[in-house]
């Protein structure tokens, strides 16, 4: 078949395709409505990031992502508006985990005196690509607390020898961000340990108190006095540890980052691009990130 005959035969297909009543792109997703202590977390960070302490700190946003080897951005997709069934998207099989870090630019200085290590910036150091596993639907388990703890670290390393001081790192609420040191009393403790706990917290007890009111007395402590390792961490080196309110990615700039880059990534795919096209444009994608993306 010649190119014309191609181009009429596609006209006549799509002439059919929007006769059928169906539209182009992606159905819009619902809507939930989000609980009254969600809300208040999301004002408390807001007012906490928009305050004018705020400009004191250099601001640190770290976040993890994926890609899937099938993943595209093309607006090619087509579909009936009166069909209530939802189409599964493509996103099975091989993928590619990632994690990096930005820092926002230097607000303690006019723009007119900021040198490179002033701008907004990818941490590149702190970027790590890997193939992640294929059974588990959250990308959130392909990372663990060892590993990101390990990372953490290197983020740390890393702001020390930039000479990047009291810096504000935000992330999100995942459970791996938050677990607490390994000494922590645990509900399933045994009574003499609940026992030492309280002991070491100075917290009042009698030698006839259950399993069950000594947690309840060391849950409220340690909800109000012990912190995740992550941020005793962070505090050690000077810096603020600050986690985004739930369902609000909108109020994480690095998630701008990752539509950036996935968007790079995607409008290169075809049907036959492989795994490893598809890691090689991550890496050119993180290459070209600028300071004016961030």
């Given at each position: 078949?010649?190119?014309?005959?191609?181009a009429?035969?596609?006209?006549?297909?799509?002439?059919?395709v929007?006769?059928c009543?169906?539209?182009?792109?992606?159905?819009?997703?619902?809507?939930?409505?989000?609980?009254?202590?969600?809300?208040?977390?999301?004002d408390?960070?807001?007012?906490?990031?928009?305050?004018?302490?705020?400009?004191?700190?250099?601001?640190?946003?770290?976040?993890?992502?994926?890609?899937?080897?099938?993943?595209?951005?093309?607006?090619?997709?087509?579909?009936?508006?009166?069909?209530?069934?939802?189409?599964?998207?493509?996103?099975?099989?091989?993928?590619?985990?990632?994690?990096?870090?930005?820092i926002?630019?230097?607000?303690?200085?006019?723009?007119a005196?900021?040198?490179?290590?002033?701008?907004?910036?990818?941490?590149?150091?702190?970027?790590?690509?890997?193939?992640?596993?294929?059974?588990?639907?959250?990308?959130?388990?392909?990372?663990?607390?060892?590993?990101?703890k390990?990372?953490i670290?290197?983020?740390?390393?890393?702001?020390?020898?930039?000479?990047?001081?009291?810096?504000?790192?935000?992330?999100?609420?995942?459970?791996?961000?938050?677990?607490?040191?390994?000494?922590?009393?645990?509900?399933?403790?045994r009574?003499?340990?609940?026992?030492?706990?309280?002991?070491?917290?100075?917290?009042?007890?009698?030698?006839?108190?259950?399993?069950?009111?000594?947690?309840?007395?060391?849950?409220?402590?340690?909800?109000?006095?012990?912190?995740?390792?992550?941020?005793?961490?962070?505090?050690?080196?000077?810096?603020?540890?600050?986690?985004t309110?739930?369902?609000?990615?909108?109020?994480?700039?690095?998630?701008?980052?990752w539509?950036?880059?996935?968007?790079?990534?995607?409008?290169?795919?075809?049907?036959?691009?492989t795994?490893?096209?598809?890691?090689?444009?991550?890496?050119?994608?993180?290459?070209?990130?600028?300071?004016?993306?961030i």
């Amino acid at each position: 078949m010649d190119d014309a005959a191609t181009a009429a035969a596609l006209r006549t297909v799509q002439r059919f395709v929007t006769s059928c009543g169906c539209k182009r792109g992606k159905r819009k997703g619902s809507t939930y409505r989000l609980s009254v202590e969600n809300e208040a977390k999301r004002d408390s960070y807001v007012q906490l990031m928009t305050s004018e302490s705020a400009d004191h700190f250099r601001t640190v946003y770290l976040d993890e992502s994926y890609i899937h080897h099938n993943y595209s951005s093309h607006n090619d997709s087509i579909y009936d508006p009166t069909d209530p069934y939802v189409i599964k998207e493509k996103h099975k099989g091989r993928r590619f985990c990632f994690i990096a870090a930005i820092i926002d630019k230097n607000r303690t200085l006019p723009d007119a005196g900021h040198t490179d290590a002033d701008a907004a910036q990818l941490l590149s150091d702190t970027l790590d690509i890997f193939e992640g596993g294929k059974q588990t639907k959250d990308y959130h388990g392909m990372f663990n607390h060892d590993y990101f703890k390990s990372w953490i670290e290197t983020l740390l390393a890393g702001l020390e020898a930039r000479n990047f001081h009291r810096c504000r790192i935000v992330m999100d609420n995942a459970k791996y961000h938050k677990k607490l040191p390994k000494s922590t009393p645990r509900k399933g403790s045994r009574r003499s340990d609940m026992h030492a706990a309280c002991k070491l917290y100075g917290i009042s007890y009698t030698a006839s108190d259950t399993r069950a009111i000594m947690w309840e007395k060391l849950s409220r402590h340690i909800v109000e006095h012990v912190e995740p390792e992550i941020v005793s961490m962070a505090k050690e080196k000077g810096h603020e540890v600050v986690f985004t309110p739930p369902h609000y990615s909108d109020l994480q700039p690095i998630e701008y980052v990752w539509a950036n880059i996935k968007g790079e990534v995607g409008r290169q795919y075809t049907s036959n691009t492989t795994f490893q096209q598809v890691r090689n444009r991550l890496d050119r994608a993180f290459e070209n990130i600028s300071s004016k993306t961030i």
